[in-house]
Nanobody, 119 residues
Framework: QVQLVESGGGLVQPGGSLRLSCAAS????????MDWYRQAPGKQRELVAT????????NYANSVKGRFTISRDNAKNTLYLQMNSLKPEDTAVYYC????????????WGQGTQVTVSS
């Protein structure tokens, strides 16, 4: 099962940008469909963006469409989330998530990275 470690979070002003990374290890990264989730204080975890195994298909939550871009580099075993035009409501812990079908769904989660958008 793949292990996932996020990085790149921090404090940014409204309108700013951040790029999150998620490094995968312990198993082959290529077969995993990958996602970014986020969880704000007092709210449920929500799906932000998804990307297929080869990066040919992506989907986004309406709240981030046009501002965030999910991508992956399978040669580097890394998932990315480029976040532009950040808003205070984007403040949350962001989680990397991988899933693979092996007869049942196997899932892996990272530990999360905090993103705070504030002036």
């Amino acid at each position: 099962q793949v292990q996932l470690v996020e990085s790149g979070g921090g404090l940014v002003q409204p309108g700013g940008s951040l790029r999150l990374s998620c490094a995968a290890s312990g198993s082959m990264f290529n077969p995993y469909n990958m996602d970014w989730y986020r969880q704000a204080p007092g709210k449920q975890r929500e799906l932000v963006a998804t990307i297929s195994t080869h990066g040919t298909s992506t989907n986004y939550a309406n709240s981030v469409k046009g501002r965030f871009t999910i991508s992956r580099d399978n040669a580097k075993n890394t998932l990315y989330l480029q976040m532009n035009s950040l808003k205070p409501e984007d403040t949350a812990v962001y989680y990397c998530h991988g899933r693979i079908w092996t007869g049942t769904w196997q899932e892996s989660w990272g530990q999360g990275t905090q993103v705070t958008v504030s002036s």
